[in-house]
C-alpha cells in the first residue's frame, strides 16, 4: 500500500516538474512558480512515505 502512494508521488512529482519547464518555455512565469509550490509538495509527501517506510515497524 505504501510503496504505491510512494509510487504515485513520485509520478506526481516528474509530471509536475515536466509542466513546469512547459509553462517556463511558455512564458508563463506564475504559472511556473506554482508548478514548483506542487513539485515541492509533492517532494515532500514522497520524502515522508519514505521516511514512514523505513522507519515505521511492520
Ligand atoms: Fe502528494
Known amino acids: 500500500m ?3 502512494v ?3 508521488e513520485c509520478q506526481a512529482t516528474g509530471d509536475y516538474a ?3 519547464q512547459e509553462a517556463e ?3 508563463d512565469k506564475g ?3 506554482q508548478l514548483e509550490d506542487m513539485v515541492r509538495d509533492e517532494t515532500g509527501h ?3 512515505t519514505e521516511r ?3 522507519d515505521w515497524p511492520m
Do not use: D, K, P, Q
Open 18 to 20: 515536466r509542466r513546469t
Open 52 to 54: 514512514i517506510l523505513r
Open 6 to 8: 510512494l509510487a504515485a
Open 2 to 4: 505504501l510503496e504505491a
Open 31 to 33: 504559472l511556473s512558480v
Open 25 to 27: 518555455e511558455f512564458g
Open 46 to 48: 514522497a520524502e515522508e
